[in-house]
């Protein structure tokens, strides 16, 4: 006579293991949908960053050849014009030789009137002239 025991166990074993698969049967269904969607999130945000970067560089090209003037006739340089400058954009000398592409004693001597920039660099300064403090607070940033 077969032990009724084991066959008792053997049947509830059965059953349970049912019961479970019926009811974790859906939540493995939105395990392997939430996995599908967070790859395809994940490849997104893989895309979005290469856009990003590319842009990022594209800026900094745009940024890092401003147009000079090849020529800076009929335009004046005022050690004091250029103080009143930077003191507008709220930076210090040194980074606004930053902007400009020189030094900060560069910057100090032009402000105290000791030099004067030479035909180069007095067409960067143009062009750093020429922006406002927002401008220049990018340029930094991306500097």
């Given amino acids: ?3 009724i025991y084991a066959i008792l166990n053997q049947h509830i074993r059965r059953l349970a293991r049912r019961e479970i698969n019926a009811m974790t049967r859906s939540t493995r269904h939105l395990t392997a949908q ?3 969607d967070i790859a395809a999130l994940k490849r997104r945000v893989a895309g979005m960053s290469k856009t990003v970067t590319f842009l990022d560089r594209q800026e900094k090209k745009r940024l890092g050849r ?5 020529t800076v006739e009929g335009v004046r340089f005022r050690a004091d014009g250029l103080r009143s400058h930077r ?3 709220g930076v210090s000398a040194a980074d606004y030789g930053k902007l400009v592409g020189v030094s900060d004693l560069t910057i100090y001597n032009w402000e105290t009137g000791k030099t004067r920039p030479r035909q180069a660099q007095f067409a960067k300064y143009l062009v750093v002239r020429g922006i406002g403090k927002r401008e220049a607070q990018k340029r930094l940033e991306s500097l």
């Fill in 87 to 89: 003191k507008k954009l």
């Fill in 34 to 36: 939430y996995r599908r």
């Fill in 66 to 70: 401003p147009p000079a003037p090849e």
């Fill in 1 to 3: 006579m077969p032990n």
